[in-house]
């Protein structure tokens, strides 16, 4: 496809579809590098899913389809843009839940073969990775802590599409870890928010929980250890769950503050970032901004609102692949899996996350 470096201001059109939220937004990215967001719609599945205590995979494609087209009218509305004022439309096509993939990229494909427009497939961690561009104009190398439901890893960002791995989960991602903790102590899905509002009433020093891989070589992760300490606690009957959770909380910003203090010793990029739905906990925000400032680099961490799923972010990086020549067939594959680093190391686990 043409690499030819695109100078001018454009505007993207970004679908996100990958798990369970259904977005859009349109950003626009000015010749300089800025990135502006125009809209950014973003509709949540959650009562759909609510009963089951998860994601339903079959549920979730067909309330894309249901939602898409309507959500991109109502994006294009709010920015009062019309369709020809739009350079490119980028969808997330991987990784995650193959039939929302599928629905996104569809419709991507469509609006770019209607109207004449490049279609862009985004990876929906490289989405992840590069919105302090969009949110602080934050410029490569980082180091970037990337936690979400599907992912814990650490990488260093050294361009748009040049990524390199330090770590990863051995077993669980950290918001894997967040989700079932809080199965475990009655909590609703998504996990994430609601054990961080009941660990605020609690005190994490109260419940003994282990810190897996904590002193290690490797800065990679492991939190399946963790989850089964938190049950252990809660079948013992003898703690209360805001103490639990404020102490899995602790233990699990510990984990991430170790890890990360290892990757930055093996790392010169002069910032760190994290990212992805975890990123929205405002202890583990908190620790990590410490970290960095102890280490003299910068921190850089978007709002809460951009670090859990959207299609800002899907926009942003579709705007950034396409400033730098990037472009993808109508034949571009969804992948349920599509690793950012394809020759990271493969590390021991039960299951390794890509
Ligand atoms: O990035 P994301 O929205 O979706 C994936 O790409 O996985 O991340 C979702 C994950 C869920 O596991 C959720 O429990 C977690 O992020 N999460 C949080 C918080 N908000 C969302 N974890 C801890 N604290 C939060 N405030
Ligand atoms: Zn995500």
Known sequence: MATVPEKRAFVVLGIETSCDE?????????????????????????ALHAEFGGVVPEIAARAHVELLDRLIAEALAESRLGWEEIDGVAATAGPGLIGGLIVGVTTAKAIALARGLPFIAVNHLEAHALTTGLTHGLRFPYLLLLV???????????????????ATTIDDAAGEAFDKAAKLLGLGYPGGPAVEALASTGNPHAVPLPR?????????????????????????GEHRSEDIAASFQQAVV?????????ALQRSR???????????????????LADLAA???RRFSVPPAWLCTDNAAMIAWAGAERFAA???????????ARW?????AEKVRGAGVKA
């Open 325 to 335: 020549g990037l472009r993808d067939g109508l034949d571009a594959p969804a992948r």
């Open 339 to 343: 690793p950012l680093d394809e020759n």
């Open 254 to 262: 510990d984990c991430l503050l170790d890890r990360t203090r290892v």
């Open 148 to 166: 979400s439901g599907g992912h814990c890893q650490l990488l260093e960002v050294r361009g748009v599409g040049d990524y390199r791995r330090l």
């Open 22 to 46: 259904t977005a859009a937004a349109l950003v626009r990215r000015e010749a300089s590098g800025q990135g502006v967001l125009l809209a950014n719609l973003v509709r949540s599945q959650l």
């Open 212 to 236: 897996p891989l904590v002193g290690s070589s490797e800065p990679h992760f492991s939190f399946a250890g963790l989850k089964s300490a938190v049950q252990r606690a809660v079948v013992s």
């Open 294 to 296: 102890k280490h003299g």
């Open 269 to 287: 990029a002069p910032a760190l970032v994290v990212a992805g739905g975890v990123a929205a906990n405002g202890a583990i925000r908190t620790a």
